[in-house]
Structures are given as C-alpha cells and as structure tokens.
C-alpha cells in the first residue's frame, strides 16, 4: 500500500504563494510518476502537473509558469509550489501515485 498525505494549503489573497506538500509512505520506490490534481465542487478532478517515471516534470497549460514541482527524495515528498494565486485556483489539490490518493489540501484564494 501507498500512503499520501498533503498539506500546506489554505487561504490566501490574489497573488500570493503557497506550497503544498505530498509526503508518501509504504511501498514506494520514488517519488516519480506522482500527480497532483485539483477538483472544485461540481466539477471533475483537474489534472495540473506530476512527475514522469525518468523524474521528469509536466505541467498542465493552464498552470505553466505558475506552478513549480520540487521534490525531497529523502523525505519522500513532492512540492507544489504556487505562485501568483487566482481566485480560480480556489480548490481542493489532491496527489496521487500507483491508483493511491491523500485526502486533499483546500487552497482558498480571495479576491
């Protein structure tokens, strides 16, 4: 099994920062071929950046520039730096690896 907690989110004005954390446990060889999602009430989970199997970092179009992946091979943990918040990036952000989830980080951004 795979555990994943996140953390790190909260409320925020436009145009702040955050840095959300995904710590994974269990079994697990890397930190690689992680994703974080985000998902708003009523609509489907949103896919806005991961990590390759080679380690490599995606982002989805809507969040390059904005979004940055760090990593803690040590403590097993994937950042997700947000810079430059939008009210639109209100949401709860999810990781996930091998079919496992956490139970979420709420990121609110007020206008």
């Known amino acids: 099994q795979v555990q994943l907690v996140e953390s790190g989110g909260g409320l925020v004005q436009t145009g702040g920062s955050l840095r959300l954390s995904c710590a994974a446990s269990?079994?697990?060889?890397?930190?690689?071929?992680m994703n974080w999602y985000r998902q708003t009430p009523g609509k489907e989970r949103e896919w806005v950046a991961g990590?390759?199997?080679?380690?490599?970092?995606f982002y989805a179009d809507s969040v390059k520039g904005r979004f940055i992946l760090s990593r803690d091979n040590v403590k097993n943990t994937l950042y997700l730096h947000i810079d430059n918040l939008k009210p639109e990036d209100t949401a709860v952000y999810y990781c996930?690896?091998?079919?496992?989830w956490g139970q979420g980080t709420q990121v609110t951004v007020s206008s």
């Open positions: 996930t690896k091998s079919g496992y």
């Open positions: 269990g079994k697990i060889e890397s930190i690689n071929a």
């Open positions: 990590t390759g199997s080679d380690g490599r970092t």
